[in-house]
């Protein structure tokens, strides 16, 4: 009697540590659970690099940043400085036509296929407002 | 004797490790829906907002104008957010004496939201504080966030 119940109760034990592994191992491997955060993550940073790291100005673009890139033709050169490899990237500048250096600069060119990932940032620089959208492309 | 001792513990252990899982698989879920990412943006532009309109001198720009000026002010800045956004941000104005002891008095209030929209229930709340030295005044602004 004393062992019959011990066994019942070891399996049910058992039972629910194996459903543990299971549900764990469903979350690690089938769901994509992590992966849109950090590319979500990634587009943030990227926000983050091209607004000013001084303190009280995390909203002012680092108009120096801005040209550079948008100077430089080759777009794995532009993604590499950014560090968003393996993704293509756009940077769109709205609700402005003038910005760093008198014009509208954008960083990258659109792709016709639907982003993965867009960060939207209220900026500010040389008395305009602007709304800068990060995107990436798988 | 044994064999309780034996029961219980395999049931506190069996238990324990249940809950655990359960209370990591609900702290896990927020984080990959895409309700999450849709919160945090919203609390992101909301404090954008606020601190470019701060920055660039927007907020005391508006001490001795009109009420019909700001509100309108207001509601044009409002188009700077995404067009899938709704806004209804609210500046406070109030007059300070810092002193011992300190008082604020509020002035007036000024209001606007983006137009067309209906408000929801799930709504992300923001706020920034300003000061202007010259008259002294000390503004709370206030911005409430929803997806249309």
Redesign the interface.
């Known amino acids: 009697m ?1 062992g019959q ?2 066994s019942l ?2 399996f ?2 058992l039972s ?2 194996f459903a ?1 592994i299971a ?2 191992a469903y ?1 690690w491997l089938v ?4 992966r ?2 950090d590319i ?1 993550e990634k587009a943030n940073i990227v926000a983050e690099f091209l607004t000013s790291t001084k303190l009280g ?4 673009l680092d108009c120096s940043k801005i040209t550079n890139l948008s100077l430089e033709s080759s777009p794995q050169i532009i993604k590499n400085r950014l560090n968003v490899n393996p993704y293509d990237i756009f940077v769109e500048f709205k ?1 402005t036509t003038v910005m760093c250096n008198g014009k509208k600069t954008n960083i990258g060119s659109p792709i016709s296929s639907t982003s993965i990932a867009s ?6 620089v040389d ?1 305009q ?3 800068m959208i990060v995107r990436l492309y798988d | 004797m044994t ?1 309780g001792f ?2 219980t513990l ?2 506190v ?2 238990t324990t ?2 809950v655990a ?1 359960v209370i990591a ?1 609900i702290n ?1 879920l927020p ?2 829906s ?1 309700n999450y ?1 849709d919160k945090q ?1 919203l609390a ?2 909301g404090n ?2 606020l ?3 701060d ?2 001198g ?1 907020f005391r720009s508006y001490i001795g104008q009109t009420s019909s000026q700001i509100n309108k002010s207001l509601g044009e ?1 409002l ?4 067009k899938t956004y709704c806004g209804n941000v609210t500046v406070k104005i109030y007059t300070g004496n810092i002193g011992p002891p300190i008082t604020f008095t509020l002035g007036n209030t000024y209001n606007n939201f983006t137009s067309g929209c209906i408000r929801k229930q799930e709504i992300t709340k923001t706020k920034r504080i300003f000061v202007n030295f010259d008259p002294q005044r000390f503004g709370l602004a206030e911005l409430e966030l929803w997806l249309k």
């Not at chain 1, 100005?57 to 002012?60: I, P, R, S, T, W």
């Not at chain 1, 960060?119 to 500010?124: D, H, N, T």
């Not at chain 2, 188009?79 to 995404?82: E, N, R």
């Open positions: 004393k119940l011990f109760d070891l049910v034990a629910i540590f543990v549900i764990v979350f769901m994509p659970s992590t849109p955060f979500q100005d995390e909203n002012v609700n960060v939207v940032k209220i900026v500010y008395g407002r602007m709304q | 064999r034996a029961l395999d049931a252990m069996a490790v249940a899982i698989i896990m984080l990959t895409v990412f943006q992101s532009i954008d907002f601190a470019v309109m920055l660039s927007k800045e188009q700077l957010l995404p």
